[in-house]
């Protein structure tokens, strides 16, 4: 347990950092309010915070700082932190934080200046076991996990590498990098890793961070000039997991931290798990030794679940939320709301809301009922204009080159990939879809709709860009 004065060190120089950091405001709204709430209990600092919103925001915006901070005066290794909505046990007076001295000034009607925190603070002679980590420090969602994901032809691969990553971190596939569409469930396969990990392994140090916050964390750095911290936490970490690495894109000072650091970490033998929208070599903007480096280990889709996948989602969804979920309703569901996983769970609380609100069972009319908005925005018809549109942008070519005589690869291909779209997403005849590219005739049409057939069992890359087309035309 830590004595009185090794607590009040440790915050009192974590408030010190952060006003230093922060604008006046923030510090005034977010981090004042917590200079008397903080307490640390068997190695872990709890901070005591108001109610839900408080705790969110800290949670999101200045948890990372607050680490760095913590990290620092406990040799580079941050303490386990944890945030509570209520007041601290106060049965332990002794650990109590002392305020910081305010010297506001009042009544100027401007933002009030920070105030000045206590003393700076000595090192606490014992270091923190920052051994274990709780979810907060992870940023790991504790329902995110291997249990709870379906598993289906659209993420089998995906979750069969996941598990081995998980059961061997650092050994098996170094990185792992996931990719697919929105919604489509890569946040929960990786988060389930770190999940796993946690499971088995209390001591390692996890941290699952969206590439966007971890842009943030450089700025930061950068502004800061504390380099050497941020470098200390990333570079201790044994399994770090970034989601939607596209967000690299033009941030060549973050393209290169992110450079050491991946490097660092898997020198000595530590887990990296990544995902994207695309795979490496797509994403226009990475840094050539980033997109070469993520494809040293394994590479694996997530493609959009196919209907039987998508009612087994909604009916584990339902049990878990233990709403009785007629099956025909799921069906109906899931056959009409194909674009995303996220929509589908938005869907199912609609229904799940409709039936409490009216009292009722869910029938497939009720369900037509609550969902009336999203199914007419769905059953919009998509025109062969708008796909041979989407299929000329995505592939770079000139929509004119849909109707033309060309046969080069690279325009016969997307125009056979426009015309097996055109097939499945409306309702026109071969003959009326080989009118509208260029006045082919229907065994044409016929042809390119096998020849992408085939090409979606054979060739994961086209198989792929066929379920990213269709998600956008769909949405
Ligand atoms: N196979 C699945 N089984 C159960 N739930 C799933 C599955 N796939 C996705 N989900 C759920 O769908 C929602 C969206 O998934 P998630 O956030 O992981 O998607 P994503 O691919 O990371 O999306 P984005 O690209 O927007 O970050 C989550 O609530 C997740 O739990």
Not at 97 to 105: F, G, K, L, N, R
Not at 280 to 298: A, D, H, K, V, Y
């Amino acid at each position: 347990m830590q004595t009185k004065v090794q607590t009040e060190a440790l915050w009192a120089h974590c408030l010190n950092e952060l006003q230093q950091s922060l604008a006046a405001s923030q510090f005034n709204i977010w981090i004042k309010p917590l200079a008397q709430s903080a307490q640390v209990v068997d190695g872990t600092l709890v901070i005591a915070v108001p109610n839900q919103i408080f705790l969110q925001f800290i949670r999101d915006r200045y948890l990372g700082m607050i680490e760095m901070a913590a990290a620092k005066v406990c040799d580079g290794v941050p303490p386990h932190i944890e945030l509570k909505v209520g007041a601290l046990p106060v049965n332990k007076p002794a650990e109590r934080v002392a305020a910081p001295q305010s010297q506001e000034s009042v009544g100027s009607g401007e933002p009030e200046a920070a105030a000045p925190v206590a003393a700076p603070a000595p090192k606490p002679a014992k270091r923190f076991d920052a051994a274990g980590s709780n979810h907060e420090l992870m940023r790991l969602n504790p329902g995110h996990t291997f249990d709870t994901l379906v598993t289906g032809k659209a993420n089998q691969v995906a979750r069969a590498a996941a598990m081995q990553v998980a059961e061997n971190p650092g050994v098996s596939y170094n990185p792992l990098f996931v990719y697919g569409g929105v919604g489509l469930g890569k946040t929960h396969l990786i988060q389930a890793i770190g999940n796993f990990v946690h499971q088995h392994n209390p001591q390692a140090k996890i941290r699952y961070i969206h590439a966007e916050k971890y842009v943030q964390d450089v700025v930061k750095a950068y502004q800061h000039k504390s380099f050497d911290d941020f470098k200390k936490y990333y570079h201790s970490l044994d399994v770090l997991l970034v989601d939607d690495i596209q967000f690299f894109v033009g941030k060549d000072r973050t393209q290169e931290e992110f450079f050491y650091l991946f490097n660092a970490l898997l020198e000595s033998g530590k887990q990296i798990i990544l995902t994207s929208d695309k795979i490496p070599r797509e994403i226009e903007g990475l840094q050539e030794r980033l997109t070469s480096r993520f494809s040293w280990g394994l590479i694996v889709p997530i493609e959009p679940p196919e209907t039987e996948m998508r009612v087994a989602i909604l009916l584990k969804k339902a049990e878990a939320e233990h709403f009785k979920l007629d099956a025909n309703v799921a069906f109906f569901m899931a056959k009409n709301i194909r674009s995303n996983v996220r929509e589908l769970e938005g869907a199912l609380k609609r229904v799940m809301a409709y039936s409490r609100f009216t009292n009722q069972l869910i029938t497939v009319d009720s369900a037509k009922e609550a969902l009336r908005d999203i199914l007419a925005s769905g059953n919009r018809q998509v025109s062969v204009e708008n796909i041979q549109k989407t299929v000329a942008d995505f592939y770079k070519i000139k929509v004119a080159d849909m109707h033309s005589k060309k046969r080069t690869r690279d325009i016969a291909r997307p125009r056979q990939m426009a015309m097996a779209l055109t097939k499945e997403l409306t309702q026109m005849s071969l003959p009326a879809i080989g009118d509208a590219f260029g006045g082919r005739d229907h065994t044409t049409v016929l042809h390119a709709c096998r020849t992408i057939q085939d090409f979606r069992q054979s060739d994961q890359e086209m198989a792929h860009q066929y379920s990213v087309l269709l998600q956008m035309l769909r949405s």
